[in-house]
């Protein structure tokens, strides 16, 4: 057998259970159970890379598949503990499809669907020999023949989306061959469908407009079993030890349900906790690249927004929506919808955010990018701007503002708080390798404008304080007033930085201190 009633799902969720980071998601069960043989039965979740679709789909075919005696496995889950919970365990036959799963040296489309219709002729064949499975109709037949149905649980539907070999007219007929299967036939008990890619913009002619999405670009009631809400990782971390909730906040937070609770990346998580260490564990090339691609394309109309973002501005949007019927990204709602469904901003209450510090070191060497233009030569001098701070050079770090100042990029030109943050922000952002940026720091008697937190303790902490039309001294002056240093004092240095710009000789200034922090280092005798 290759998808009907097959034991991997078993199997390969027991791995998980057995894994050093498990997280029970099992009363998806409940949810799910609740859409069998209702108007309801065909539920499509698209999330992320990473982000545990394929265990989800694994523990509900183990769960539902007839014949796995599984009951077992689910005893110590929350599922286990539901009045609900012997209804439906083992009592289905299920179709199991991975659709990433491709023949060797697949080279087209046809090869690709002609493989997934033998597989599942076959499969018929020798589970129900006396019904003829040489035409899809035979699942009517067979229906109408023995009363069984099925559960089709479908997992990475749009895996060949992403195939370079795929035409438009290979699309549209893939599509159409899941309506033919799904659509309307009473053999389907449920559909359950994972992927990456919304299925598409809702309209009621889509081939498959049967489906309840629960995407990134809205809440659903699935959002809570795809990541790991706040509550799970605080206990992940008082289980394993190795590093604290406030940590792995900072770099894998950022994802949001509809009532506003956090979303963390569950890989990095899980990686994170395993290694003791945070680091990026889950981005990956492919998309990111698609998406610096598509910027590459339109330049003027969305970096602005990846230059806010990247300074800590949220984006307001809104936006309609990416779907797999759109290949070719082209407008800003487009790009930034795709960024969304991939996972590299959040996007909660109408407004675009770099989620955490992960994906901040990503967009980082976006900025870099050539098709950046002017905002690329900025980034390139971040490191001389760094280096002239920590010198203490102050003539050389008004010179760099003054620079990046004077390029002809629009939203640059200091029009409001923002573009001043925004010009800050390139300049230093070379300075994030070393550091943590934090921007409005609660520190002391009030907010700081910019925090340097050293990820090397040797290294010297910065607090950053911006002034227009009024001096560089004023600045250094309302840090020491405010006792901006209070949340940086145990480090061996500080370097208290003023800077003001003055719009009528559109002039900068600076002004650098140095203070040592209570942090002493002690030498031999």
């Not at 790009?335 to 070191?361: C, K, Q, W």
């Not at 708080?417 to 921007?439: G, M, W």
Request: net charge negative; proline share 3%; charged share 25%.
């Amino acid at each position: 057998m290759f998808y009907l009633n097959v034991p991997a799902p078993k199997l390969l969720f027991q791995r998980a259970k057995n894994s050093r980071i498990f997280v029970d998601k099992s009363l998806l069960i409940e949810n799910v159970s609740e859409q069998i043989n209702t108007n309801e039965q065909h539920i499509c979740i698209t999330r992320p890379r990473r982000f545990g679709k394929t265990m989800n789909a694994n523990m509900l075919a183990a769960y539902y598949t007839k014949g796995l005696d599984s009951g077992s496995l689910f005893a110590d889950l929350e599922i286990a503990k539901q009045k609900m919970h012997p209804d439906h365990l083992n009592q289905h036959n299920v179709v199991r499809i991975d659709f990433s799963q491709m023949p060797d040296d697949c080279r087209s489309y046809a090869e690709y669907i002609g493989d997934i219709r033998d597989k599942l002729r076959k499969d018929l064949g020798e589970a129900y020999p006396q019904v003829d499975p040489l035409a899809y109709s035979s699942l009517s037949s067979l229906f109408e023949a023995t009363g069984d149905s099925f559960i089709f649980i479908l997992d990475e539907w749009d895996a060949i989306f992403h195939k370079r070999f795929l035409t438009r007219e290979d699309r549209e007929d893939f599509l159409e061959f899941l309506r033919k299967l799904l659509k309307d036939k009473v053999y389907v008990e449920l559909t359950y469908m994972t992927g990456v890619l919304p299925i598409a913009k809702y309209s009621s002619g889509s081939a498959l407009n049967m489906f309840r999405e629960d995407h990134a670009l809205k809440h659903g009631p699935y959002e809570k079993f795809f990541g790991f809400t706040k509550t799970e990782v605080q206990a992940l971390c008082k289980e394993h030890q190795t590093l604290c909730y406030e940590e792995l906040k900072q770099w894998y937070d950022g994802y949001q349900m509809k009532n506003g609770e956090s979303l963390f990346n569950p890989r990095s998580v899980a990686y994170a906790l395993i290694d003791g260490e945070c680091q990026n564990y889950w981005t990956e090339t492919g998309p990111m690249n698609e998406v610096a691609d598509c910027i590459e394309h339109n330049v003027d109309e969305v970096r602005e927004d990846i230059v806010q973002m990247v300074a800590g501005n949220p984006v307001e949007a809104e936006l309609e929506g990416y779907s797999a019927a759109q290949p070719q990204m082209e407008t800003r709602d487009e790009i930034l919808s795709a960024m969304v469904v991939y996972g590299f901003l959040s996007y909660y209450d109408g407004t675009l955010r770099i989620p955490n510090h992960e994906l901040m070191e990503k967009y980082q060497k976006v900025l870099a990018r050539d098709s950046m233009g002017g905002v690329q030569d900025i980034v390139k001098q971040s490191k001389a701007m760094l280096q002239a701070t920590l010198a203490g050079d102050e003539g050389q770090v008004a010179a760099i503002l003054e620079a990046a100042h004077d390029r002809e990029i629009p939203f640059l030109r200091y029009n409001d708080e923002n573009a001043l943050s925004c010009v800050i922000t390139l300049c230093y952002l070379y300075a994030r390798k070393n550091y943590t940026i934090q921007r409005e720091a609660k520190s002391g008697k009030g907010y700081c404008d910019y925090l340097f937190t050293p990820r090397i303790a040797d290294d010297p902490a910065i607090i950053l304080e911006l002034k227009v039309d009024h001096s560089a001294e004023a600045a250094l002056a309302q840090i020491k007033e405010r006792n901006y240093v209070e949340k940086v004092s145990r480090y061996k240095e500080i370097l208290l930085v003023g800077i003001n710009y003055d719009r009528k000789n559109k002039q900068h200034t600076c002004r650098i201190e140095r203070i040592p922090g209570t942090r002493v280092q002690w030498s031999r005798v």
